[in-house]
């Protein structure tokens, strides 16, 4: 679960300022950090997957892929961690940051898929740069790419079934979702139920605790 920092009115330079401190990792969406939920083994497996297939399939080309280990900037100074982001230009140094990501991807998990889809989601929308975002589902092969049009809207495609293949036009990217689950195990049709209960609990508790 995400933590709120305690309330200080500091600006997203001091918010970040205080971060680059601490020992663990907050993101800062809104006016206050929140702490960053740690992964899972199954969530860590799909993650290499997806950087692993993006650093071949960028070989060779403008474009770099990082790590959750790299913060995103928004052009307001606050950051958030995505699962892996792709942008073009030579390598950064850890400590600058990432302004300029093309494209951002979130391992969705019970606990944070509402955090991530929806509040990160204006972080991402808003960020000029950005042409897609991938979300990406733990117990069922299956995607959902946000991309932004010529005109500015934003477009989304879903994806299911590990026949098929996520196509990433911007980037000249033709991911199979295959790649993205080799070697991942997935859960009887009873744990999947299970699971999908956990995220509808876990929103209606986001819900009920943004009312007044």
């Known amino acids: 679960m995400a933590l709120p920092a305690e309330k200080l009115g500091r600006t997203p330079a001091e918010w970040r300022a205080w971060e680059e401190k601490q020992p663990e990792r907050w993101e800062l969406v809104g006016d206050e950090p929140t702490l960053m939920a740690g992964g899972t083994p199954r969530h860590n497996d799909i993650t290499i ?8 399939m960028l070989r060779g080309s403008p474009c770099r892929a990082y790590t959750s280990d790299v913060k ?3 052009p307001s ?7 892996a982001v792709v942008r073009y ?3 950064l140094d850890r400590e600058a940051g990432i302004e300029d990501a093309v494209l951002a991807v979130e391992v969705l998990s019970p606990g944070t898929e509402s955090h991530d889809t ?10 000029p740069t950005l042409r897609h975002v991938l979300y990406v589902a733990q117990d069922r092969p299956r995607v959902e790419l946000y991309s932004r049009g010529e005109n500015g809207t934003w477009q989304s495609r879903s994806l299911s079934g590990l026949e098929a293949v996520v196509r990433i036009d911007t980037l000249g990217l033709e991911l199979p979702l ?5 070697e991942i195990p997935f859960p009887s049709p009873a744990e999947a139920s299970a699971a999908q209960a956990q995220v509808e609990a876990a929103s209606d508790s986001s819900t009920m605790a943004a009312k007044p």
């Open 118 to 127: 929806q509040n990160k989601r204006w972080f991402y929308v808003e960020m």
């Open 49 to 56: 997957n997806i950087v692993t297939a993006f650093r071949r």
């Open 178 to 182: 295959a790649e993205i689950y080799d």
């Open 72 to 74: 995103t900037i928004h």
């Open 77 to 83: 100074g606050r950051w958030v961690y995505p699962d």
């Open 89 to 91: 230009g030579e390598r």
